[in-house]
């Protein structure tokens, strides 16, 4: 399934990491880039600075290539751009793929930035519209604003959503008695 969106809302990708719904998978991965300047990677790119980005060298598309160990659920992918700083190396369109590997990758989002600061926020989602669970995701830069031939992106998280296996407490219902309520949490 593609679907092409407009990211249009500002978006802060830790918030949800808190609130405990998804956690953050990309430090499970191994992650490549199609090209990069000297001391613009995937370190760059990876460091939670927003400062520092990852800087292409070459051709359109640019790759960003993330191959997980074992198959995962991918929620989500956040990424981190600024126009104002970045202008003609900012992506005007992405296309998110995923498969098992590098020679299977079908696409499933294209999105269109129109002069994005912050981060941006790409669901991912299979025809059921649950979570995607593959091997790998490639984020390929199909376009920068002004037709720049260089990208920079500064930050990119990967989100999967948190599974939860066992019973709450709250399953039990309330607890009324002092004696009762001393074991209604862990302390």
Request: proline content about 5%; some cysteine; charged content about 25%.
């Amino acid at each position: 399934m593609m679907t092409t969106k407009t990211a249009v809302e500002p978006v802060d990708p830790v918030r949800e990491e808190r609130t405990g719904k998804v956690r953050e998978v990309g430090s499970q991965a191994i992650w490549s880039l199609s090209s990069c300047k000297p001391g613009f990677g995937v370190d760059q790119l990876r460091d939670d600075c927003m400062d520092t980005y990852w800087q292409s060298d070459g051709q359109l598309p640019h790759l960003v290539n993330i191959q997980f160990r074992r198959k995962t659920t991918v929620h989500d992918i956040c990424i981190f751009t600024d126009y104002k700083l970045d202008e003609s190396y900012t992506p005007s369109r992405i296309s998110i793929r995923a498969g098992t590997n590098f020679n299977d990758l079908q696409e499933v989002e294209v999105i269109d930035l129109n002069e994005p600061t912050g981060w941006v926020l790409i669901p991912i989602k299979d025809i059921h519209e649950k979570p995607i669970r593959t091997f790998m995701i490639q984020i390929a830069v199909i376009s920068n604003h002004q037709n720049g031939r260089d990208t920079h992106m500064r930050q990119i998280k990967i989100h999967s959503p948190m599974e939860f296996r066992g019973i709450g407490i709250e399953e039990f219902g309330n607890y009324v008695t002092v004696a009762c309520q001393q074991y209604s949490c862990i302390r």
